[in-house]
DNA sequence: CATCTATATAACATCATGTTATGAAAATAG
DNA sequence: CTATTTTCATAACATGATGTTATATAGATG
């Protein structure tokens, strides 16, 4: 015989509740459709649940084993709204973020940790990417959120960019390095280093070429190209090598004391990193949270710097 | 956020059967009967349970997650049914039943225990008393089960007598008791003998009355009043004494060896044991299963009463 | 690309569930 | 024992969910 599991979970609010006004405020019903709940029920078994004429409320044996069935049904119905809940408020769930590899290695990484220590039941899927594929992601809804730099008038009408940190970018080399002795620096000082360079296709490597181009260099060597951050700090720390690299990168691994910026000028490109999604986001409670930690994040850090920044003035 | 079990349950039967088609199926229901309840639950949760376009259908981290609870709602309505059926089916439940004490001990007691071999699961509640006091508590409904001797016209009008053996009454003594010996008794024989009784206000008192009377006895001692059964077959057995007893109680108690029937006849009350019950019955499947398995062991007994007696006579 | 199969939608009937108002009965107090 | 209070049952009605069949649509498959 089939069950209404809605049935038992009124059967077993009435005996746990001790009664049929009680069990009603529990649910949050009507006494009066709990009574016929009740009476419907037992008259489709056919047999009393409880001991009629008898108050307060007993519930007969076949009352009692039915009773328990429906505390489980109400156990399962509890949890199912808690996770519906944790999943609506963005405690749970997936969030597919995708960006420029230097950038979701050297400065992302780090807010996601930091994002998971509050929420560990997100999942947080990272991939890597640049602008154009990325906004297909978003597009198709294969991917919540991209962190890029973008140019303003790059913005598609259909995506909404919020920019956070300019794209300023500032030569890097490993801490020690001899130019980081000099007062000021000139253009021989420094093309007698070789040039890591970053993948070709990257808007990174652009910056490069832009810089050089920016402080004169017409010639200079590449000992190393394309390898993740991780690799390239390497090397950089290795050797006495230069890159460009952005500065909030740089920035967030000066703790590691392994590499360090030159105060060499090279002229930012007119781009701010910033965090890319739908206009009108897809229902996604964790990707919206994510995303407003990513930016309170990037606030953050870009307070930090600025601060640094004028630090450094005062000397 | 409250979540209907029953959609739990459609859930679960899809995400385990593989699809809208196949979980309708499992649950007996048509397919856009569970697929309108799909939506609508997605809707109202506001996040897809399912990826959407793919097919197979593959389920969302958060329709697993609420699966499984569905999963655990689909097994408490399936135990609740299976409760309700074996209470339907006479294999669990209460049977209060109650008889004259000396039956009940020498008889009913060890059909209880045959029948509780076949149905551990259903309680017996056993009790003792006379024909008024069990009428009444039938007409109550605090009692299923009455087994008593009864005359036929003692019987009420809303109550149902189902008459198995005749009221045959015996002389019981120990085994091996001097009177076995004789080839025939006398009254004065039996004279010497003092007599146990049953309680005064039992029907077995007036027998015992009766049967002194017909034999015509006018005198005798009694030496031993009340008591249950276990007390007068101690007392029957460790003395001389006689008593009356139901046959059946005697031809029950035969293998024990302890006590044994005079053949001595000593007229039977005009009565029969058997089964008094409400004529229509408040349903309670067990007692009616529990009635009938009484009347076929009764049956039984009675049968190899016969048999035995027939026996006897061949001597 | 055509066909097949699975899912979604439409339209409609009906039953269960919810409500408020009120009656009846058991328990409790005086 | 009677009066009061509490608790459960019943009535009457509105509405929403669930079920049905028929049919359209969209993935999957050859």
């Given at each position: 015989m089939?069950?209404?599991p809605?049935h038992?979970?009124?059967l077993?609010?009435i005996?746990?509740?001790?009664g049929?006004?009680?069990?009603?405020?529990a649910?949050?019903?009507s006494?009066?459709?709990i009574?016929?709940t009740l009476?419907?029920?037992?008259?489709?078994?056919?047999?009393?649940l409880?001991?009629?004429?008898?108050?307060?409320?007993?519930a007969?044996e076949?009352?009692?084993s039915l009773a328990?069935?429906?505390?489980?049904?109400?156990?399962a119905?509890?949890v199912?709204g808690?996770?519906?809940?944790?999943y609506?408020?963005?405690?749970t769930?997936?969030?597919?973020v995708?960006?420029t590899?230097?950038?979701?290695?050297?400065?992302v990484a780090?807010i996601?940790?930091r994002f998971?220590q509050h929420?560990?039941d997100?999942?947080?899927?990272?991939?890597?990417g640049y602008a154009?594929?990325?906004?297909?992601?978003?597009?198709n809804?294969?991917?919540?959120?991209a962190i890029?730099?973008?140019?303003?008038?790059?913005?598609?009408?259909?995506?909404r960019?919020?920019?956070?940190?300019p794209?300023l970018?500032?030569i890097?080399?490993?801490?020690?390095?001899?130019l980081?002795?000099?007062?000021s620096i000139?253009l021989?000082?420094?093309?007698q280093?070789?040039w890591?360079a970053?993948?070709t296709?990257?808007?990174?490597?652009r910056?490069l070429q832009r810089?050089l181009?920016?402080?004169?260099?017409?010639?200079?060597?590449i000992?190393?190209?394309?390898?993740?951050?991780?690799?390239?700090?390497s090397?950089l720390?290795?050797?006495?090598?230069?890159?460009?690299?952005p500065?909030?990168?740089?920035?967030e691994?000066?703790?590691?004391?392994q590499?360090?910026?030159?105060t060499l000028?090279i002229?930012h490109?007119?781009?701010?990193?910033?965090?890319?999604?739908?206009?009108?986001p897809d229902?996604n409670?964790?990707g919206?949270?994510f995303?407003s930690?990513?930016?309170?994040q990037?606030?953050?850090?870009s307070?930090?710097?600025n601060?640094?920044?004028?630090?450094q003035l005062?000397?």
């Amino acid at each position: 015989m089939k069950i209404d599991p809605r049935h038992l979970e009124i059967l077993a609010a009435i005996v746990d509740n001790g009664g049929l006004t009680e069990g009603a405020e529990a649910l949050g019903k009507s006494q009066p459709s709990i009574s016929r709940t009740l009476s419907q029920l037992e008259s489709r078994i056919g047999a009393p649940l409880f001991h009629p004429g008898r108050r307060p409320l007993k519930a007969t044996e076949l009352g009692l084993s039915l009773a328990a069935q429906g505390r489980s049904v109400l156990e399962a119905t509890r949890v199912a709204g808690q996770i519906v809940d944790r999943y609506r408020t963005g405690h749970t769930g997936l969030v597919r973020v995708a960006g420029t590899p230097v950038f979701m290695d050297g400065v992302v990484a780090g807010i996601i940790a930091r994002f998971q220590q509050h929420m560990p039941d997100v999942l947080v899927e990272q991939s890597y990417g640049y602008a154009d594929a990325l906004i297909d992601r978003l597009r198709n809804a294969t991917l919540d959120l991209a962190i890029i730099p973008l140019q303003q008038g790059q913005v598609p009408d259909d995506l909404r960019f919020q920019p956070i940190l300019p794209g300023l970018n500032v030569i890097a080399c490993r801490n020690g390095h001899p130019l980081l002795r000099r007062k000021s620096i000139t253009l021989s000082d420094i093309s007698q280093y070789s040039w890591i360079a970053p993948p070709t296709n990257s808007p990174l490597y652009r910056d490069l070429q832009r810089a050089l181009a920016k402080i004169g260099a017409k010639d200079f060597r590449i000992n190393f190209s394309g390898g993740s951050l991780a690799s390239v700090v390497s090397i950089l720390a290795g050797s006495d090598s230069l890159t460009v690299l952005p500065y909030s990168v740089v920035f967030e691994m000066k703790n590691q004391n392994q590499i360090s910026a030159l105060t060499l000028e090279i002229g930012h490109p007119d781009r701010m990193l910033g965090v890319l999604s739908k206009e009108t986001p897809d229902k996604n409670p964790a990707g919206e949270r994510f995303k407003s930690f990513v930016i309170s994040q990037f606030e953050s850090l870009s307070r930090r710097i600025n601060q640094h920044r004028q630090e450094q003035l005062w000397r």
